[in-house]
């Protein structure tokens, strides 16, 4: 086969009719959240992340400076409909109308908008009627986007893996029945009929931070790990947490009657620090799991995942900046690449041309955090009292510093003490199987119990 031959043979299978034009090229984008007061000015924003040769942007508004400031780039840029104008749009199309107009028309075409988006993970709020005003909202916004001729842009809503009730195993996949019936049918047939993409944001770290004994570190990480899980429902393999997550996503679309719904991962990343006590939020992970991200998804041929090999998923990292004004935990204010004053976290080439191997090594962190094993709230007490005896009974000198004179004795209260022996017992003898449970009295806390010269001991991850 001559060059032209395989050239062209390799063009045509690389097509399918799933991908409309411009979605063939896998590209990897960048979240510009704005809540930080601290942070350059758009187009000094716009110049940085074409410094990290991102292909996207996804803003959290349609703040004009920054549309501005990516024309004349070949940035494409998603924008979103605030939340609060929901209940505006959804029974009244002039409102529509007037919004597409005023905050699109004006940058259209000149700025690349490709994707507007009504919202932001509107169903992971309590539930209350905006839920209900979503998909006609989103209607609505599609209809004035076809009036005003603004032919390029897709309408959908970012969503989190929260609308599925159940994700394991993937085949399993299924959404919230509260939210089935009357918000997820109708919005499945809108994405599908319009051509438009099912936007979801999956972080791999909420699922690992929730169960990091149970979830390997590396499997979260995307890292190479000999660790593979097999459904064994749909027989397909899987090498990390991310694929297992977007699959059950796949499976819940496919259960709906929507098999071949593309999805758009409009959210994902991995904070590179945090609180104290949040586990395995630093720049050693951070940058694994994003470079990980970008290698996956920038991949050409497209790699795609288990339930579609080859399938082109847009993706977007979460965040270009540290955001000082995030409400929340520690980890909220520390998802970016790159510091407030434009200088990177870690290198990182969002264009999927860097191999990880020619990265600069990073400094390994001491551990990923540290684990405490803790007495229950409101545990039963004599239980409780037995269950301190056996953990005291197993292993060397396990409760010597609850013991008058010893230096946790003090307060002498049954709760401090269960929590004194639990932890001193998993420390010592987690290696050789034993486990936080104690029957359900106790729990693991990344919350350090120790106080004065009263040290608690605490299990490495
Ligand atoms: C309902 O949800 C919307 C969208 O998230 C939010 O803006 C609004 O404040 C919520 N309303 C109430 C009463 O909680
Ligand atoms: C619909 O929106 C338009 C434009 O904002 C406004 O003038 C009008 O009063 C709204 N209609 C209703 C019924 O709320
Ligand atoms: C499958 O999902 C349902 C909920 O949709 C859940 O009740 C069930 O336990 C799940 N099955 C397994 C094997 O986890
Ligand atoms: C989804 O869209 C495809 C392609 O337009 C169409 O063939 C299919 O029937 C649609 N599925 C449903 C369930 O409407
Ligand atoms: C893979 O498994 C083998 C043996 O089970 C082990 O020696 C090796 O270190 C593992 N490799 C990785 C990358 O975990
Ligand atoms: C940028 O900020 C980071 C974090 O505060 C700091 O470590 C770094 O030295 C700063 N870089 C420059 C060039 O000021
Ligand atoms: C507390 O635990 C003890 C010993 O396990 C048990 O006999 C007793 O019934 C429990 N009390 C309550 C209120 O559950
Ligand atoms: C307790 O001490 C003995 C003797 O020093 C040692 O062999 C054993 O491994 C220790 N057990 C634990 C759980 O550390």
Redesign the pocket.
């Known amino acids: 086969m001559d060059f032209f031959t395989s050239f062209l043979l390799l063009a045509l299978l690389s097509l399918s009719p799933s991908l409309s034009c411009g979605e063939m090229h896998p590209k990897v984008g960048v979240c510009y959240g704005e809540l930080g007061n601290n942070l350059p000015s758009p187009p000094e924003s716009i110049k940085l992340i074409q410094k990290l040769n991102a292909k996207r942007v996804k803003i959290y508004g349609t703040n004009p400076k920054i549309l501005k400031s990516i024309q004349g780039t070949n940035l494409q840029i998603s924008i979103m409909v605030p939340n609060q104008l929901i209940p505006d749009i959804f029974d009244n199309q002039t409102f529509a109308d007037q919004w597409v107009k005023t905050k699109v028309v004006p940058f259209y075409p000149k700025s690349n908008i490709r994707y507007l988006l009504v919202g932001n993970e509107i169903l992971s709020n309590p539930p209350n009627t905006t839920w209900f005003k979503l998909v006609p909202a989103m209607r609505k916004i599609r209809s004035s986007v076809k009036k005003f001729g603004l032919n390029k842009i897709k309408v959908g809503t970012p969503l989190a893996m929260d609308v599925l009730e159940s994700s394991f195993p993937p085949s399993n996949g299924t959404f919230r029945s509260d939210l089935t019936e009357e918000i997820i049918k109708p919005m499945l047939h809108f994405l599908n009929r319009t051509k438009s993409f099912f936007f979801v944001d999956v972080y791999t770290y909420f699922a690992w931070v929730s169960q990091p004994l149970q979830i390997n570190l590396d499997y979260a990480l995307l890292q190479p790990t000999n660790i593979t899980y097999t459904d064994p429902v749909s027989g397909l393999t899987y090498f990390n947490l991310l694929d297992q997550m977007l699959d059950a996503l796949v499976f819940a679309m496919k259960r709906l009657g929507y098999p071949n719904l593309r999805l758009f991962l409009a959210e994902t990343g991995w904070p590179n620090g945090g609180d104290p006590d949040q586990l395995g939020a630093n720049i050693y992970n951070a940058a694994t799991y994003n470079r990980n991200v970008v290698k996956k998804f920038a991949a050409k041929p497209p790699i795609g995942i288990p339930t579609r090999p080859g399938e082109v998923i847009p993706t977007m990292i979460f965040a270009l900046y540290n955001e000082n004004q995030k409400p929340g935990p520690g980890t909220e204010r520390h998802f970016g690449l790159l510091y407030p004053n434009g200088s990177h976290v870690y290198p990182i080439d969002l264009s999927g041309k860097t191999p990880n191997s020619d990265y600069p090594p990073l400094e390994k962190p001491a551990s990923n955090g540290k684990l405490w094993c803790v007495a229950a709230q409101g545990s ?5 009292a ?1 269950a301190v005896s056996y953990a005291c009974s197993q292993g060397n000198r396990t409760c010597d510093p609850i013991q008058p004179g010893g230096k946790c004795y003090k307060p002498n209260s049954l709760i401090k003490h269960a929590s004194y022996a639990f932890s001193s017992y998993w420390a010592q003898l987690r290696t050789a199987g034993a486990t936080c449970s104690f029957n359900g009295l106790a729990v693991m806390t990344s919350r350090d119990p120790s106080y004065g010269s009263c040290k608690y001991p605490n299990v490495n991850l």
């Open positions: 039963n007490k004599t239980a409780l037995a």
